[in-house]
């Protein structure tokens, strides 16, 4: 976290390595470090959100009160969404402040800018109910293995999936809309580019796409309720 | 059914184990009555299904089949756990929380809040002496006093029924005294506690009724007066040092002798036996020391109950 | 006990040597490995793509301080190995095609500094597919064809494209001239038609007036082309060059123009010059304003 601060700042000097053009690179340092960063933390924080807890048996407690499975699972979430959304306003911070003292100027600070670093939260959302569904029934180890490879796959489909599609074979299209359905398509979620050119986020589409990612996290959510409130804690 | 503070019936468990999805049967179909207002001790070997029963009582574990409830309500209605307070066997707290700040999440979770909860936190640390240990993070604790901030969680919110499992495993001698004369305070402010334990002493000095489980089935249970006043199984009779002439002149009342240092000791099968010997003893200028009926003590029960199941084969379980 | 620490003490010193030793065999040769030496190994910007886990932009700026490190590395160096650069920005505008400061920065190097004009004109065609609105790129382009390939009409086509993208009128002077230099009947028919296009738009008087004389000198020189083409077709024909302008007339011309400056024509006979009284020769202009 503090690292990706830093890096966010240390981006001024790696700017000056390139001819021109400054401006996009601190744009892109900040806005990939925080999907990077906030991936990782969202990753690592869920799969011992729900596993640790009966790993080291902190739990019993607390589920022997008058809280349903699908409560614990969705506070802990919730708690871990706090932590992210902290992540994200303070990378923000950092890359708005960053960006400003570069430019002399805070004209980048649009809704745009704003659509980005929310989105990127939303995508962390995904990410991190990824994280919590899998520690519902397997180890952190493998949840996060799970997860940062659906994940990853998420972000390679959103980049294969054109090519598929324009691809000869039908059969290409079918695996394209079974895909659709189960992968997080990550760059639907992805607006980072407008900071980097400053390009129109429109409110509809920003809030569409947070929808998607919203609906996802949840059904995700859902899902490790389910499959929590049916596990023995032995 | 006038509520009674825990009822199973037909209670079963079965866990699959393993990727081949191994069933192990933990629990056949108990059935449990625990009325409020009593200490019920609950006891049986390791991996006889008592935890097995806790968990499913506190909602940790989900029955296979058969149903219970907590003061009449059903236990899948997440607001049976209202009225309980659950101690887990060896307890665990997040190691970097204060004893305080683990009372008062969990109490929130209860359903408590603001000054209320604060007040009862506050009260409990004291209650089972950790007022010394307040600004440490539970990650310092010992084992002693992890155990008692259990005890403090499980009565944050003042609840009618306590279920402890193992409450005194870890403490030292004083610290069980301490459980104990808690545990008899509890009755006393009207409350039921239900526990489980393997130390026996612990069951005959403190227990209304108990039970005993093994193999996943309740095999005896019952007033612990009634599980224990059955027959007199023996009568000891203790005098002072008899002459070897006395011993034989004696020895068809009394039977062969065992010598003690104070001098010898007899034993009866019935009390009448030994009031007729011990008129003999007396009447020939014995000197009676004393005379003891001896019943048979939980242990011999659990001891000769468990023979009886073949519960020397324990099935491990989890 | 005493061993036991010197036996540790020999480990440590033992392994602190190794990793020295090794660091400074293996040093040099990592630092020279950021050097670029043979795109073969250069990975496909379509499958950096892919694989860039959404973090192109980054993974495309990667490269691009690369291509950067690249460009200084060479010229430091003074060498004319510049095949890296077109891959190595090729990586970078697949990863990210709206990197239009890198097709600019190439586009011109790779023509400027390597003399790989096909590779310039491959760059800048895929910015200019890319990134249609950029006005910089028709105008590199047109720089390079002026400056190092003197394809005139070609560099004029691309500043009048410049113009238009960027609504710098300016430009259109600038296309005006090289459509000058081309000196083709068409190339001063499509300057013409641009000034007067750009005519209808300017509102700056300063700027009105620049295009109006800049369209005039234009077609002043169309028409002395023409003239000269009829005065060097003449002596083709007849092997002598005409006494005056009259002699043109009806085999190379069908009427004698007027000059389109306002003034007359003058023709000198001993030379077979055309010039205009007003605006004097045809003559090279200055390609800026």
Redesign the interface.
């Known amino acids: 976290m503090v690292f990706a601060v830093l890096l966010v700042i240390g981006s001024i000097t790696?700017s000056q390595?390139?001819?021109?053009?400054q401006f996009?690179?601190i744009a892109?340092?900040g806005?990939?470090a925080t999907?990077?960063f906030g991936t990782l933390i969202a990753v690592f924080l869920g799969v011992g959100l729900v596993s640790k807890e009966i790993d080291r048996r902190t739990c019993y407690p607390a589920l022997a009160r008058p809280i349903s499975r699908a409560g614990f699972v969705t506070g802990k979430y919730l708690g871990l969404l706090a932590t992210l959304l902290l992540n994200v306003v303070l990378m923000a911070a950092a890359t708005a402040a960053v960006l400003a003292f570069y430019r002399g100027s805070a004209v980048f600070l649009d809704f745009a800018f704003a659509a980005t670093f929310a989105l990127t939260l939303v995508q962390l959302a995904v990410c991190a109910a990824l994280a919590v569904l899998f520690s519902t029934f397997t180890t952190a180890t493998l949840a996060a293995i799970c997860s940062l490879s659906i994940v990853?796959a998420g972000?390679?489909f959103?980049?294969?999936r054109f090519f598929w599609l324009n691809a000869r074979q039908a059969d290409m299209k079918q695996l394209v809309r079974v895909l659709d359905v189960l992968l997080p398509n990550?760059?639907l979620l992805?607006v980072?580019?407008a900071v980097?050119?400053g390009d129109v986020v429109t409110v509809g589409s920003a809030l569409a796409r947070g929808a998607y990612g919203a609906g996802y996290a949840a059904v995700l959510l859902l899902l490790a309720s389910v499959i929590f409130s049916r596990r023995d804690i032995r | 059914m006038a509520d009674l503070a825990i009822t199973c019936s037909s209670l079963s468990k079965t866990y699959r184990l393993g990727f081949r999805a191994r069933k192990v049967e933990a629990l056949a179909a108990l059935d449990l009555a625990v009325a409020p207002g009593s200490i019920y001790g609950f006891i049986g070997p390791n991996g006889a299904g008592k935890s097995t029963t806790i968990k499913i009582l506190v909602g940790l574990v989900r029955p296979s089949a058969g149903r219970a409830a907590l003061f009449g309500r059903d236990i899948s209605d997440p607001r049976a756990r209202l009225s309980v307070g659950y101690l887990p066997e060896n307890p665990s707290f997040h190691d970097f929380m204060r004893p305080l700040e683990v009372l008062r999440y969990l109490g929130r979770l209860s359903g408590l809040s603001g000054a209320d909860l604060d007040r009862r936190a506050e009260a409990l640390i004291d209650r089972v002496g950790l007022g010394h240990a307040r600004d440490l993070t539970v990650r310092k604790f010992s084992k002693g006093m992890v155990q008692r901030l259990g005890l403090a969680q499980a009565l944050i919110h003042d609840p009618p029924l306590l279920i402890l499992d193992e409450p005194m495993s870890g403490l030292d001698p004083i610290g069980r005294k301490e459980v104990r004369d808690l545990i008899l305070e509890l009755r006393q402010q009207g409350k039921t506690v239900f526990f489980s334990t393997h130390i026996l002493p612990d069951v005959e000095s403190i227990c209304d009724r108990v039970g005993m489980v093994f193999k996943g089935r309740l095999m005896k249970e019952g007033a612990l007066q009634g599980l224990l006043d059955g027959t007199v199984r023996a009568v000891e009779l203790r005098c002072g040092p008899l002459t070897p002439t006395l011993l034989e002149a004696l020895a068809p009342v009394t039977g062969p002798a065992t010598a003690l240092p104070e001098g010898h000791a007899f034993s009866f099968a019935s009390v009448e036996a030994a009031n007729l010997a011990a008129a003999r003893l007396l009447a020939s200028g014995g000197q009676l020391l004393s005379l003891l009926p001896h019943r048979e003590s939980l242990e011999e029960t659990f001891v000769r109950l468990a023979g009886a199941v073949g519960a020397a084969d324990e099935r491990p379980l989890p | 006990m005493r061993s036991h620490s010197v036996t540790l003490a020999a480990l440590l010193a033992a392994a602190v040597g190794v990793t020295a030793l090794t660091r400074g065999v293996l040093e040099p040769e990592a630092s020279a490995r950021g050097a670029v030496r043979d795109p073969a190994w250069l990975p496909s910007g379509q499958v950096l793509?892919?694989?860039?886990?959404?973090?192109?932009?980054?993974l495309?700026?990667f490269y691009?301080?690369r291509t950067?490190?690249y460009m200084g590395e060479t010229l430091l160096a003074r060498s004319d190995r510049w095949e890296a650069l077109l891959p190595l920005t090729e990586i970078v505008t697949d990863l990210d095609p709206?990197?239009g400061?890198a097709y600019q920065?190439t586009g011109s190097n790779l023509a400027g500094l390597a003399g790989r004009h096909a590779e310039a004109d491959r760059i800048l065609e895929k910015g200019m597919r890319a990134l249609p609105e950029r006005w910089n790129l028709p105008f590199i382009q047109a720089t390079n064809k002026f400056i190092f390939e003197q394809d005139y009409p070609a560099a004029a086509r691309l500043a009048r494209r410049a113009a238009e993208l960027s609504k710098k009128p300016h430009l259109a002077l600038l296309a005006a001239n090289l459509s000058a230099l081309a000196n083709t009947d068409d190339e001063y028919d499509a300057a013409a038609a641009f000034l007067t296009q750009m005519l209808g738009q300017a509102d700056l008087p300063e700027l009105r007036d620049d295009l109006a004389t800049r369209l005039t000198r234009i077609r002043t020189f169309q028409v002395l082309a023409r003239l000269e083409r009829a005065v060097t077709a003449h002596r083709t024909r007849t092997g002598r060059l005409p006494v005056r302008l009259g002699d043109l007339l009806p085999a190379e011309l069908t009427t004698l123009p007027a000059d389109p400056s306002g003034g007359r024509f003058e023709y000198d006979p001993a030379t077979g010059a055309v010039r205009s009284s007003v605006l004097g020769p045809r003559a090279p202009l200055r390609v800026t304003r």
């Open positions: 790696i390595l390139t001819l021109g053009e996009r690179i892109n340092i806005t990939s999907q990077v990853g972000w390679l959103g980049e294969v990550m760059s992805d980072k580019e980097t050119y | 793509r892919i694989a860039s886990f959404g973090q192109r932009l980054l495309s700026d691009w301080l950067v490190s709206r990197h400061y920065v």
